[in-house]
DNA sequence: GCTAGAGGCGAGAGCGGTTTCAGGTGAAGA
DNA sequence: TCTTCACCTGAAACCGCTCTCGCCTCTAGC
């Protein structure tokens, strides 16, 4: 044994197919990739043979040859241990259930990423010169998705980020604005929020969402910070509604927070919705585990993903290229029913 | 230009560096894996050089030559359209953390396979042949995990499976029990349970969890089919209640049921945990969003999933392998303050 | 019957690494 | 001073596949 290891033990190469069909690689080649150049009586013979010795063709190799590796890769940014992200938001989830459909009887694979606040400069080089088939940004930040797309431009951020970077995002301020009103046509006007994270962009529009709602409607701001976990909605809540005893409604930036906003509602005495309504954001998994069911604004994050994945595979999109996809008000328990 | 495309475009080879640096390709690769054989001097020189040409060996060209992809592959079965598991089930979520922060400063990458119940035979064969480092098996059912490990060694159920695949599991009979034994202590006779589906091997040892407890105690057994979904728990209590409005407490073998059972409980206008005690299964992102909070019991999937991609990355386990995790009670608001 | 052209086919050169093997060097030991 | 041996180092084979290029055959056209 001259060699260290043989690749894949036992299985067949491209070469045993040809000896077997009394062919060349190169013919073998041409029958497995559809490409024009062989008769279709040795088309049929290779590929009866390839069935029979039980052929695939190796990734490695393949990718090596072509220079292109048919890979999506979906890159987070991790904050704490695990349960820190992916674990604890169903964002990511649905981000992935949209890439993983849009890839499904394609011979693309899916790769997921984690990069650490800590060495997120290095983790983006890093990603960013590995990428082949293209990268989908579920979670990061301006400065590094731009870094990103310098390195790389086979690329979609799926969070409103730097104008070059191709995106494909959500009208987060048309949802705080649509929610706002709906509370404030329902009657409200202490109408409170709990919003995202600091240097989040969809945190930053959606609250951006709510002050203009609340400054047209002439209203009280009343803000408080809920870090996009549900301990923090939870716990904003509670404060808010010591604070400002009167508030009536609660716009909150992501379900995952309105789910612990409501508990902390009702563990304060108060009715959802009747003394306090609620809507959050997302139409996540949140929103239909809590109780009562919450109203939300929805977002197709899954038709994004799955969108964006197209895009990628068919060559990525342009430089600047941004969609913007439209929100959809869902009604549920956690607002009474509109008086007509 | 004798080739199509080069394989990453500008991106400097082991051979450049190797010019750069004046030394061979071997030279460079000894030095790059860390492997004996070259001069502390020349070690310094070759590194800076690398590093001035912001070199990174690639992945496929690596993995052709040494035969083994770093990669660990996740694999789940899928039912319905996106949405339908990874996009709805806090599981998946949990293995993909788990397996992520084991995955952390290693050099090995994370996929995420999802295999259709129509062509699982097909995508089974498939993938085990392009198995590297290893590969999870999510909630395969033990007929195509046996299959699957028939194939390729290198894989670790994490759900109870076929005896002869490594598995790391839950002792999801215990949990029932524990469960049941709770809500007996706490004073309930009435208890019903929602399970989850059929040919699924952790819902049918909680069902049988459940029964035995049942029996032990003498009581009647009272049981619906929630299929694991959130949809499936609320109707499932819905109609056990309609049926049986005795129940006094309910056992629900996944949390996210649980969270719909909930909401049908609070619905028939009776009070949780005062009229129907509720507990869970999972400790999942499901029982922190219900309200009240769902009691329930926890599985450390983070844990096993992470230990198991470790396992994988040191070898794999041995034939027939198995571990079993304890669970745990979590009490919280879905059952009452235990009598003392 | 002869030539041109088209299409099928194989040889062979990469793709970018890893690893063996042989040679070369210098220090230690005889 | 001459071996011996350990340690570096580079040449070259190889991993499995793709793709160009040139040869060969066969058909169509004159």
Redesign the interface.
């Known amino acids: 044994m001259s060699r260290?290891?043989?690749?894949?033990?036992g299985?067949p190469t491209i070469n045993d197919v040809a000896r077997a069909a009394g062919v060349s690689r190169a013919t073998v080649s041409r029958v497995i990739n559809d490409v024009a150049g062989a008769s279709p009586s040795i088309r049929t013979r290779v590929r009866s043979v390839a069935a029979e010795l039980?052929y695939?063709p190796?990734?490695?190799?393949r990718?090596?040859a072509?220079?292109?590796?048919r890979?999506i890769e979906v890159i987070a940014t991790?904050f704490g241990?695990?349960?820190?992200?992916?674990?604890?938001h169903?964002y990511?989830?649905?981000v992935?259930?949209?890439a993983?459909?849009a890839l499904?009887g394609t011979d693309t694979?899916?790769?997921?990423?984690?990069i650490?606040a800590e060495r997120a400069l290095e983790a983006v080089d890093?990603l960013a010169?590995?990428v082949t088939a293209g990268a989908l940004l579920a979670n990061v930040t301006p400065e590094l998705s731009m870094r990103f797309y310098q390195r790389c431009r086979r690329v979609i951020s799926l969070v409103p980020t730097a104008s070059a970077v191709p995106t494909l995002e959500v009208d987060n301020i048309a949802g705080a604005l649509m929610a706002v009103t709906h509370l404030h046509r329902l009657g409200r006007r202490r109408i409170a929020a709990i919003h995202g994270p600091e240097n989040n962009t969809c945190a930053e529009q959606r609250r951006d969402g709510y002050r203009s709602a609340i400054e047209g409607f002439g209203l009280l701001e009343l803000s408080a910070d809920g870090g996009f976990t549900?301990e923090g909605g939870h716990d904003a809540a509670r404060q808010l509604l010591d604070r400002h005893p009167e508030i009536d409604a609660l716009f909150v930036a992501c379900d995952?927070m309105a789910?612990?906003a409501?508990?902390a509602i009702?563990a304060s005495g108060r009715r959802v919705p009747e003394d306090v309504a609620v809507i959050g954001f997302d139409d996540s998994?949140?929103a239909?585990?809590?109780?009562?069911?919450l109203s939300t604004i929805r977002l197709p994050i899954?038709e994004m993903a799955?969108e964006a994945t197209r895009m990628l595979l068919n060559g990525g999109p342009a430089f600047g290229y941004r969609k913007r996809y439209p929100v959809e008000l869902i009604l549920r328990e956690s607002t009474p029913p509109a008086v007509v």
Chains 1, 2 share one sequence.
Do not use: K
């Open positions: 260290a290891t043989p690749a894949r033990p299985r039980g695939q190796s990734a490695a190799a990718a090596l072509t220079g292109r590796t890979t991790s241990p695990f349960g820190g992200w992916l674990g604890a169903p990511y989830s649905r992935l259930a949209g993983m459909s499904e694979q899916l790769r997921v990423h984690a650490s890093a010169e590995d549900r995952l789910a612990g409501v508990q009702t998994i949140a239909s585990c809590a109780n009562p069911l899954e799955a």
